[in-house]
């Protein structure tokens, strides 16, 4: 395949930023451009279009295979909306950070192409220009969006696919743009060859002042084209024993992990990996199908994130599995088993699992499933490091309301069909940070159909005299039985982790006075007695 592309993004003025963004990644056989509009002038639309376009290409290069091209693409798009939609209610308390997007795709033989809000995307082929995409604008008022990336709750994508010939020319544009030329002026400008800069420029020259706005444009011309292999669009079939000593794609599995039976250690030629393969149920369930083809989506792209391991799908697989790298190193479960964790080594695991959750929440996902079981501890030298696995259970923040994960570390809300949030994977953070120094769990035991009745946790300086007053507070905090007295972001708990002296004592709020606010307590024993006293002189004084 040979391409040539151009792409810029002009302001409206010189001297400030466009709030428009663009991006063409390209590999071999097949390219992804992407071009975003900011809606508005505000920094929160700027930024929602930079997000947008350095986030697709990304998240779309890492799908599983399992998937087609137009699914990944649909995938991505819903993930980067309700990034977008979270971050904004998160930040604003409102809807802020939207934008338009196009998408132009090549791969797998076909262009795939995605319209969301009134940017466009026009083929160019035989002299004749073709709009590709619709504008989603109420007819009634030109202006006003009907879709637009960010802008509500829920967002349904839609693709639609082509083949391209070689010649074809292709346009992705902003509003700016193709408001203010005509049909014959783009097609004129892109058979001269006009490059994406000078057609932005020549958009924003021919605009009248009360209608200019941010122009851009990439242009991509498609010299030839080499056949690029399919996907099946038949599923891989998935092996339903699995023993040691079988053999799958020339590694040999060597042992389960746990109770697991779908998680091996493999070896070939002295090396070992990890395969984890579809569950067994999946044969005749296509809903865990897709559940595991998630889950390979979220191990895969997040395997260059430092706290977790390293993911990848062999080609020409003969069954569903993927492969995760062998890190030779105990789970914190395993550990526990011989010895509790020193507070040093407690502090850095809260600092670990807390940024897992800021890397994680980036993408608008939950872990789902924070437990010692899901902890690898190693050491490197003379420091230890943390490692979180099992992404099975991840999803995307306020959309699990079951009791889905372990639960010993649900928290409280999660019995009672609350979502799955922020705060609810905090507690999940304060329940294995007590257990890893206290050796016991806060609130015992839960059975999974059980719905306990929670009552406050002993301090874990009860059980480990070594747990400083402060680290007491953040544990106790974390894992609050009451929801608003819990930590409402990963941040906080970093902050008060990496700075003691400023952690506040815990209390909950059904603690009595003297234990919330001794001070308080001891000024009002006080102002009572001198009362008394008052009124017991007056009363002796009169009788006087």
């Not at 151009?6 to 071999?28: M, Q």
């Not at 799955?420 to 016991?440: D, N």
């Not at 300086?461 to 747990?467: A, E, G, K, M």
């Amino acid at each position: 395949m040979k391409i040539r592309s151009t792409s810029h993004a002009l302001p409206r003025d010189d001297g400030r930023p466009s709030s428009d963004a663009v991006a063409v990644t390209t590999w071999t056989g097949g390219f992804l451009a992407a071009l975003a509009d900011g809606a508005g002038t505000a920094p929160a639309a700027r930024e929602a279009a930079e997000h947008a376009v350095s986030q697709i290409a990304t998240h779309y290069r890492s799908h599983p295979l399992g998937w087609t091209a137009g699914k990944a693409l649909r995938e991505t798009v819903r993930l980067i909306h309700r990034t977008l939609w979270n971050e904004s209610n998160a930040r604003f308390g409102r809807v802020e950070m939207v934008c338009t997007l196009v998408v132009a795709l090549y791969d797998e033989g076909f262009l795939t192409y995605l319209g969301i809000g009134d940017s466009r995307i026009y083929l160019l082929r035989g002299g004749e220009l073709q709009q590709l995409t619709r504008d989603d604008i109420d007819p009634e008022e030109p202006l006003r969006l009907l879709r637009a990336l960010g802008a509500t709750e829920a967002l349904t994508a839609t693709t639609a696919k082509l083949s391209l010939e070689p010649g074809d020319v292709l346009l992705l544009c902003s509003d700016g743009i193709h408001h203010h030329l005509t049909d014959e002026a783009i097609t004129l400008a892109l058979q001269s060859g006009t490059s994406a800069r000078h057609l932005a420029k020549e958009a924003r020259d021919a605009s009248p002042d009360e209608t200019r706005d941010d122009c851009a444009a990439i242009r991509i011309d498609i010299d030839s084209l080499e056949w690029t292999a399919r996907r099946e669009d038949h599923q891989l079939p998935i092996p339903e024993k699995l023993a040691a000593g079988q053999k799958h794609d020339g590694w040999a599995l060597l042992r389960s992990f746990g109770a697991n039976d779908r998680c091996w250690l493999a070896e070939r030629e002295g090396c070992r990996q990890v395969m984890k393969f579809a569950p067994l149920e999946a044969i005749d369930q296509p809903a865990l199908i897709e559940a595991f083809l998630k889950e390979t989506w979220n191990a895969i792209r997040f395997s260059s994130e430092p706290p977790f391991v390293k993911a990848w799908e062999p080609v020409g697989r003969s069954s569903l599995y993927y492969n995760q790298e062998f890190v030779d190193a105990p789970g914190l479960a395993t550990l526990l088993k011989q010895r509790r964790l020193q507070v040093d080594e407690a502090v850095q695991l809260g600092h670990f699992l807390a940024g897992a959750g800021i890397r994680l929440l980036r993408h608008d996902l939950l872990h789902g499933d924070i437990k010692p079981e899901n902890i690898l501890i190693g050491s490197a030298y003379d420091s230890i490091f943390y490692k979180l696995i099992d992404l099975g259970s991840c999803c995307e923040v306020f959309s699990r309301q079951s009791r889905a994960g372990t639960a010993s570390y649900l928290a409280p809300e999660r019995f009672h069909n609350a979502p799955i949030s922020e705060r609810t994977e905090i507690f999940s953070i304060g329940i294995t940070l007590y257990e890893a120094l206290t050796g016991q769990l806060p609130f015992g035991a839960i059975e999974r159909f059980q719905t306990p009745v929670f009552r406050d946790a002993k301090p874990p300086s009860t059980l480990n005299p070594l747990v400083p007053p402060w680290l007491d507070a953040v544990i106790l905090r974390a894992c609050a039985i009451e929801a608003d007295e819990r930590y409402s972001h990963f941040s906080e708990v970093l902050f008060d982790l990496s700075n003691p002296r400023a952690v506040r004592p815990w209390h909950p709020a059904r603690a009595p006075l003297i234990e919330r606010h001794p001070v308080l307590f001891w000024k009002c024993v006080a102002f009572l007695f001198a009362a008394i006293a008052l009124y017991l002189a007056i009363r002796l004084a009169t009788r006087g």
